[in-house]
């Protein structure tokens, strides 16, 4: 029983690891170094001694080569690991008829600022805590509203330049600063407020909603995946899908589910 418990775990964070580090830089050289190993085997099997040697002698510093030249992706994958939701207990409770208000108001003044091409950054919080984004704005703490979220993206208004954290159904801060992604597939005619769109969803769980200033188009940033040219009713719809949990029946699985269900 403990043995298949140990090979349960062992098996999870491979896979999790796995999935953090999947389409990186660092995996692409991590598969560099397997090819070595597998060549090193191979000359080990055939007695190629001086090709040995050699290919062992690399890959006992190739270790510490990942460490000092993938530093930041490292970082990153800490990070995410950190911040990932090992749901072992049951998620923090959602106001479902705030959050519905919250969501048709967004959607409202996304649709109007798109009309109008106003620019506009507006984050919600879900599970990761982002506490750390909204004390980089100004304090608001008011009810979401479509008027309000239009004033505060009104050209030259003092806030207007920075994000809209959501929380909880309410405007918590506005003014807010974003991590920029540094993902080198972003399309380059693509802003600021795109690419910290993107970077806001690659560090945490929070879908963002962006109105383009030059085109007036509307895009909805979550996983890191930008989706762009969204018509209003498809934006509700996602917001719904990312905000609203379903019916018990139908919520994601917990991680103990997900763990169970590498196995079937």
Request: aromatic residues 8%; hydrophobic residues 45%; proline residues 3%.
């Amino acid at each position: 029983m403990l043995d298949a418990l140990d090979i349960l775990i062992v098996a999870a964070f491979i896979y999790w690891i796995i999935k953090l580090m999947r389409n990186t830089s660092a995996a692409r050289i991590l598969k560099g170094v397997l090819v070595l190993l597998v060549f090193m085997q191979i000359s080990s099997m055939l007695e190629l001694r001086v090709i040995n040697f050699l290919l062992s002698n690399v890959l006992q510093f190739s270790f510490l080569a990942l460490v000092v030249v993938f530093q930041p992706e490292l970082r990153k994958l800490l990070e995410q690991f950190g911040r990932s939701r090992l749901r072992l207990f049951k998620t923090r409770e959602v106001d479902k008829q705030g959050m519905q208000l919250a969501i048709l108001q967004t959607v409202e003044a996304a649709s109007s600022m798109s009309w109008s091409k106003t620019g506009a950054l507006i984050v919600f919080e879900k599970e990761d805590n982002i506490s750390s984004i909204s004390k980089t704005g100004t304090r608001i703490d008011s009810e979401v509203s479509a008027e309000l979220l239009k004033n505060i993206f009104f050209h030259n208004a003092p806030l207007h330049d920075g994000a809209v954290v959501i929380s909880n159904a309410r405007i918590e801060a506005a003014g807010c600063l974003l991590p920029l992604s540094t993902n080198l597939n972003i399309s380059k005619e693509l802003g600021t407020r795109h690419r910290a769109a993107v970077g806001m969803s690659e560090n945490f769980d929070s879908p963002c909603v962006v109105v383009s200033e030059e085109t007036g188009s509307i895009s909805f940033a979550v996983g890191g995946i930008l989706k762009r040219h969204l018509a209003p009713e498809t934006l509700e719809r996602l917001l719904v899908q990312e905000l609203i949990p379903q019916e018990e029946e139908n919520e994601s699985p917990s991680f103990w589910e997900r763990v169970r269900g590498l196995f079937k």
